[in-house]
C-alpha cells in the first residue's frame, strides 16, 4: 500500500500562484508514472499533469504554459507549480502514483482561485 499527502492548496486571487506538493511513502524513482489530477462538483477527475518513468511531461490543454510539474526522488515528492490561476481552475486536486498496474491517489486538496 502507498500513501500520498498532499499540501499547499488554498485561496488565491484570480492570476496568483499555488504550488502544490505530494509526499510519497515509498520511492517515486521507478514508478511507472506520478502526477495530478483535479476534479470539479460532479465531474469525473482529469488530468492536469503526469511525469513518466521515460521521464517524458505531459499537460492538460487548459494548463499549458501555465502549470509545472516537478519531482525530487531523493524525497519522493512531485509539486505542481501553478502560476496565473484562473477561476476555472478551481477544483479538488489530486496526487496520483501509478505502480504496475495500481494507481494510488491521496486524499485531495482544495485549490479556490477568485476572481
Known amino acids: 500500500q502507498v500513501q500520498l499527502a498532499e499540501s499547499g492548496g488554498g485561496l488565491v486571487q484570480a492570476g496568483g500562484s499555488l504550488r502544490l506538493a505530494c509526499r510519497a511513502s515509498?520511492?517515486?524513482?521507478?514508478?511507472?508514472?506520478i502526477g495530478w489530477y483535479r476534479q470539479y462538483p460532479g465531474k469525473e477527475r482529469e488530468l492536469v499533469a503526469t511525469?513518466?518513468?521515460?521521464?517524458?511531461?505531459d499537460y492538460g490543454d487548459s494548463v499549458k504554459g501555465r502549470f509545472t510539474l516537478s519531482r525530487d526522488n531523493s524525497k519522493n515528492m512531485v509539486y505542481l507549480q501553478m502560476n496565473d490561476l484562473k477561476p476555472e481552475d478551481t477544483a479538488v486536486y489530486y496526487c496520483?502514483?501509478?505502480?504496475?498496474?495500481?494507481?494510488?491517489w491521496g486524499q485531495g486538496t482544495q485549490v479556490t482561485v477568485s476572481s
Open positions: 496520483y502514483l501509478l505502480s504496475g498496474h495500481t494507481k494510488y
Open positions: 511525469s513518466r518513468r521515460d521521464a517524458t511531461l
Open positions: 515509498r520511492s517515486t524513482f521507478s514508478v511507472s508514472s
